[in-house]
């Protein structure tokens, strides 16, 4: 049973988070580049391999979302993927599959530099998992592990010092309730990046998926999304499918995830074997 959140706890600016920590720490490469302005890209995994988490790894990106949620990802390829990533000098960031705190706890237990929850549809939601992302006095997070420190290449007492305020928090905007709330998801402390799943935002706006782009209420609910986050300082992302457009969205987002591993290697070999066939 997940804790409950305390009344009393209020989430405020009155402690450091990601946006205005004075730590550096050069492992955190997603994060010092997100704080740079330095447009950081990332992409997805969805196969559960140390071998592909390397790969994927050493291709130059800055960051790389272990889909928990959608991937074929268990407890053992999260923990190895983190530990393979981590040690390449990439930022490892776990998209859990809901907002539970043990799912929090588990995902960032493997040493992850950030975790991304999909499907937040209110402030109350946003709150909860910024509490069960945080150790205390900020949140309710628990310590036992020896690993989460390794993969930020800290000592056990030093990652409990720096963890709270270096830690990414990422929130997927992707529900017509989630747009209506946006705002007030943007207003909660703790809350450091909101990330758009255009498809399943497609499928909530509009009843279907992928969205051509053009239709107008998927169109003002993105804008929603990135004016909210601009509102409240708080950084915006979203998935594209290919370089070209993470290119094109340089302007409106400070950090974009090109596609996965799962398609990319689809694209590549239908590509090839179509000019081979031709």
């Given at each position: 049973m ?10 405020t ?5 990601a946006?205005?920590?004075?730590i ?8 010092n580049?997100?704080?740079?302005g330095?447009?950081?890209l ?11 988490a ?7 990106l ?6 928990c ?6 407890d053992e390829?999260?923990h ?12 490892p960031i776990?998209r ?13 237990d ?9 499907q ?12 069960s ?9 628990g310590?036992?592990?020896?690993f ?10 030093e990652?409990?010092k720096?963890?709270?305020e ?7 905007i ?17 809350v450091?990046?909101l990330?758009i799943?255009p ?10 998926t ?5 239709e107008p209420e ?14 409240h300082g708080?950084?915006?992302g979203?998935m594209?499918n290919?370089?070209?457009v993470?290119?094109g969205?340089r302007k409106?987002?400070d950090?974009?995830?090109?596609t996965?591993d799962?398609?990319a ?10 000019v081979?066939?031709?």
């Amino acid at each position: 049973m997940s804790p409950s959140l305390d009344n009393k706890m209020t989430y405020t600016n009155s402690y450091p988070t990601a946006h205005t920590t004075k730590i550096k720490n050069p492992r955190l490469r997603l994060l010092n580049k997100i704080r740079a302005g330095e447009y950081p890209l990332m992409t997805f995994m969805a196969l559960p391999s140390v071998r592909m988490a390397q790969i994927v790894a050493l291709t130059g990106l800055d960051g790389i979302i272990i889909d928990c949620e959608h991937g074929h990802i268990g407890d053992e390829a999260m923990h190895n993927s983190v530990a393979a990533i981590s040690s390449l000098g990439v930022s490892p960031i776990i998209r859990i599959r809901g907002p539970a705190h043990d799912i929090i706890k588990r995902a960032l237990d493997t040493g992850a530099h950030g975790i991304m929850v999909p499907q937040i549809n209110n402030a109350e939601e946003a709150q909860q998992i910024v509490a069960s992302a945080k150790f205390p006095p900020e949140g309710i997070r628990g310590q036992g592990s020896a690993f989460p420190a390794i993969g930020h290449g800290l000592t056990t007492p030093e990652y409990m010092k720096s963890a709270n305020e270096t830690i990414l928090t990422m929130i997927q905007i992707e529900t017509r309730a989630g747009v209506d709330n946006v705002d007030a998801i943007c207003a909660v402390a703790g809350v450091d990046l909101l990330f758009i799943g255009p498809n399943d935002l497609a499928q909530s706006l509009l009843g279907y998926t992928p969205a051509r782009g053009d239709e107008p209420e998927f169109v003002a609910a993105v804008d929603k999304i990135i004016a909210a986050a601009r509102k409240h300082g708080k950084w915006a992302g979203r998935m594209v499918n290919n370089g070209t457009v993470a290119k094109g969205e340089r302007k409106r987002y400070d950090t974009v995830a090109i596609t996965g591993d799962t398609k990319a290697i689809q694209n590549w070999y239908m590509a090839e074997f179509e000019v081979a066939r031709s």
